[in-house]
Nanobody
């Protein structure tokens, strides 16, 4: 499955962005999905995850209450709504898919990765 992340950009502190991760090649329905991010000079870290149905989600403590992960299997797309953005949210954001339908916090649990989209929060 090929993943294409989009929606990044420059936003002021307190602003919002919605990232999208569109899949091609096969349906996303059997896959649990995750969003990760990597800031300059830091390791890639977990942000959010969702199971195949959208009924189960999980978040890093640093984004809980501000970010929301969702999916539309009919559109083969996963979203990350990011509100109340902070400068420390600045990073390249990656979406990832893991076969089996469940979500996961573990970076090594994912089989496919998108190319990343840059989010820069100023202020």
């Amino acid at each position: 499955v090929q993943l294409q992340a989009s929606g990044g950009g420059l936003v002021q502190t307190g602003g919002s962005l919605r990232l999208s991760c569109a899949a091609s090649g096969r349906t996303l329905r059997p896959y649990g999905m995750g969003w990760f991010r990597q800031a300059p000079g830091k390791e890639r870290e977990f942000v959010a995850t969702i199971d195949w149905s959208g009924g189960s989600t999980g978040y890093a403590d640093s984004v809980k209450g501000r970010f929301t992960i969702s999916r539309d299997n009919a559109k083969n797309t996963v979203y990350l709504q990011m509100n109340s953005l902070k400068p420390e949210d600045t990073a390249v954001y990656y979406c990832a898919a893991r076969y089996g339908g469940t979500g996961s916090y573990g970076i090594l649990e994912y089989d496919y990765w998108g190319q990343g989209t840059l989010v820069t929060v100023s202020g």
